[in-house]
């Protein structure tokens, strides 16, 4: 049995609302699920419930994704460190929950070894409570809710919890199907239209300037010929990108990215990138500026140099003739950031999100230049499945932010 603290708490209600409240919260469970809404919806709906019924100050629900524990659902005042925090498998508490499938409960986690992961929660939370999600006698994810106040849940709160998550499991693993299905139905899709469409114009491109080349390359004036051996090469590098995303894509809708994990230092990897585009752009001028000594990360290199030079060109093609791209590189907590800066269009309001999302141009890149709406999709999909995360914001003074982070390698650490 682990760690458990007896001592006794005021009840938020009554006991005979508490009952009724549990009752509905699970009856809420079904109904949400039986109408096929959105996973997270559910979760985010579970989390709001207990609160009712639980003296929590936050909570979370994640789930195993392949060798990581990603936070899908999450309320209280750390929630936005919280939601889409991957843990990698390891020793850490949360994965002992899963993998043991014991629930753990602490009544102040100061002193039981557990750290929660966030700056905000790390120095907040006292008082801890996770239950593992089982569903065919595995572990699939982990329901924790936690406290600013020592001793703030006993058994009473574990007992819910347990109910809870048995009403979960079964309805997470009928969406996880749902969701698995309609994914890959629109990457095959994808997959299809982007042969179909995207790949005939540089193809065709190609054809039409090599086919003259060859034809008249005697007749041409040599400022004409030079910039159509230069429009061969701009065709064959698109093509070539289009291709990259492509295999990335067929790799999606067979259910994941593999990755082949190894150390990677970051810096080296990025200035490879920036001097690749730097020379495709030689309009734009690249800068690159890494804190020393940054520790090593977690992913390979192949896809790391992918999603750089995807970000690169992207902030190349939106921005005007002699602007500068940025690129930074910062230790931030247990992360690695990179970050590029651009002084283009910016971002409008409401397309941080969407922008990752396959096939999505907002419109004003629409009408600044062609596209086919993949490479931030893929860059998503690559630093994901290296245990990161990505995001886009519009800078004040103008401009882009499109950013990503990949854990520090760390083999001591044991983070919550």
Known sequence: MPFVDDTSVDRPVPDALRSAATAQLILDIATAAAGERELDQILLETLDRLGTVVPLTGGSIALVEDDDLVV???VGPFSAEALGQRLRRGTSRSWQVVETLEPFLS????????????????EAIRSWLGVPIVRGGRGIGLLEIDSTEPSAFDHADLELLTTVVQALAGQIELAGHYAEERRATALREAFIGVISHELRTPITTIYGLTKMLRQRINQLDPEVRDQAIGDVEAEADR???LVEDLLVLSRAERGRVEIADEPLLIDKVLRHAVAAEAARWPTRRFELDADAGLPLVLGEATYLEQVTRNLLANAAKYSPSGST??????????EV???????????????????FELFYRSANASRQAAGAGIGLFVCRQLVEAMGGRIWALGRPDGGAEFAFALPVHDEEADTE
């Open 72 to 74: 899908r659902a999450a």
């Open 107 to 122: 009544g102040d986690v100061r002193t039981q070894g557990v750290r929660p992961m966030g700056a905000q929660a790390g």
């Open 239 to 241: 093509l070539y990108r």
């Open 325 to 334: 791209i940025r690129v930074t590189l910062r230790r931030e907590e247990r």
């Open 337 to 355: 950031v990179a970050r590029v800066l651009d002084e283009g269009m910016g971002i409008g309001s409401g397309d941080e999100e969407r922008l």
